[in-house]
Structures are given as structure tokens and as C-alpha cells.
């Protein structure tokens, strides 16, 4: 991936990360997270990224707009 890329990569990710988090806070996700539903909530986070990622790699005249 080139500089471009990783930029729209990362800024995708990070805004998804702070939106999702944001979203399910207001809905009391975090009211009763025990180990099991923080480490669900992190693969979900980890798989939504490889798709991100995977989108990006595979589209690059798309990020060069």
C-alpha cells in the first residue's frame, strides 16, 4: 500500500472505531462489558478493519480521487 492508502485506511478506521463507539455507548454497552463482551467487540472491530483494508487494496484508483 502506498502513503495515500495507508492514510485513507487508517482515517476510515479510526472514524469507524470513534462512531461505533460513540453509538453503542448511548445504548449501554459498557454498562456490563465483562471479558467476553469486550473481546467480541474487539473482533468485530478487527474484522470490520479487514474488510476496510481489503477494500482499499483492492481499489486504489479509487483512493487517488
Same mark, same amino acid.
Given at each position: 500500500?502506498?502513503?495515500?492508502?495507508?492514510?485513507?485506511?487508517?482515517?476510515t478506521? +479510526?472514524?469507524?472505531?470513534? $462512531?461505533? $463507539? +460513540? *453509538?453503542?455507548y448511548?445504548?449501554?454497552?459498557?454498562?456490563?462489558?465483562?471479558? *467476553?463482551?469486550?473481546? +467480541?467487540? $474487539?473482533?468485530?472491530?478487527?474484522?470490520? *478493519?479487514?474488510?476496510?483494508?481489503?477494500? +482499499?487494496?483492492?481499489?486504489?484508483? &479509487?483512493i &487517488?480521487?
Amino acid at each position: 500500500m502506498n502513503k495515500n492508502q495507508r492514510i485513507a485506511f487508517w482515517s476510515t478506521f +479510526i472514524g469507524f472505531c470513534i $462512531t461505533g $463507539t +460513540i *453509538g453503542i455507548y448511548f445504548q449501554g454497552a459498557f454498562d456490563d462489558l465483562s471479558l *467476553g463482551g469486550s473481546l +467480541i467487540l $474487539t473482533s468485530f472491530y478487527l474484522a470490520v *478493519g479487514y474488510f476496510i483494508h481489503k477494500y +482499499i487494496r483492492s481499489n486504489p484508483e &479509487e483512493i &487517488e480521487k
